[in-house]
């Protein structure tokens, strides 16, 4: 198959277009930084240089591919838009790339006993309905025409297989406490997030890109831990000492209102039942913290 992927030079695009690559696809991937470029196609991944913003690039890429993979960002409605239009009515597959903060509550880093599963999604908090909309937009489109799924991430971890080795949470951790010598959590840090390793992902959306029913939410997720967990064991991973709470406010003045609130504080605890029923997905990682302790940083 010939896959359009955007977001190809960030970690879950990059990861999901050396995995395809490797499978013997050719891929297409969307980057912004010329360097990007080359340092892709000597991982045998053929680049476009542009931005989610230019539609009429989008649509011709999308009419060009045998299926797309949004992976460059799970808010951009524009790009969403520009790729659906480009597939409508082609019975192509679309798989868009959100991540299970939509059910975050931004708890302040208290726990939760709410658990979410794939057929009976909350209704989005103001900060996240926008991204729930865009969601929602890509299921619709299964009647317009194309084979689409949101493939809803949870945290994910592991080295990614493209450029970028780092994800977006537990990295941003690791990062404050090698500044500062002192990791820590957003409040008591008892908030509980669903985890899955990267490698695992990049099996969803193979599976998906092969047998997903259209219009098709799946929860991405193999476990979970609460914040408190993943701290302790960073801070054994990395020789420090005890992980230490931290006041809401400070997190937001490091890490900002929205990793701080949703990424890192809040709760997110998400049932993936749908993959594993309908793609016969059997992901093979099972703990974060097993992960923290064998590879840190
Ligand atoms: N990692 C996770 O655990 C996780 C879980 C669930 C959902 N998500 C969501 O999935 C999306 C991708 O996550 P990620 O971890 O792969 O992030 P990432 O490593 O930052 O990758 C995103 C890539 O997309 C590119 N990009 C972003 N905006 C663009 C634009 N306007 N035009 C062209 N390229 C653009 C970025 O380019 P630059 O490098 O130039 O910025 C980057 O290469 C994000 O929206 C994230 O919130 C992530």
Known sequence: MQIFITGAGGFIGGSLACGLARDGHRVVGLVRRPEQVGELAALGIEAVLGELDQRDLLIAQAQAADAVINAADSDHRGAVEALLDGL??????????????????ASGGEGSTAVYHEDALPEPTPDKAARVAIDRLVLQAAKRGVRSAVLCNTLIYGHGLGLPRDSVQLPRLVRQARRSGVVRHVGRGLNVWSTVHIEDVLDAYRLALR???????????????????????????????????????????????????????????????????????????????????????
């Open 211 to 297: 047998h997903t029913p259209p219009g098709t939410f799946y929860f991405i997720e193999n476990g979970e831990a609460a914040f408190r967990d993943m701290s302790a064991a960073i801070a054994r991973a990395l020789g420090l000492g005890e992980a230490q709470d931290w006041p809401l406010e400070q997190a937001v003045a490091e890490w900002g209102y929205e990793m701080a609130n949703y990424g890192l504080g809040s709760n997110s605890r998400v049932r993936g039942e749908r993959a594993r029923r309908l793609l016969g997905w059997a992901p093979k990682h099972a703990s974060v913290l097993d992960w923290i302790a064998t590879e840190p940083g």
């Open 88 to 105: 409508a009515g082609s019975g192509k597959t679309f798989l868009h790339t959100s991540g299970s903060s939509i059910v975050g509550d």
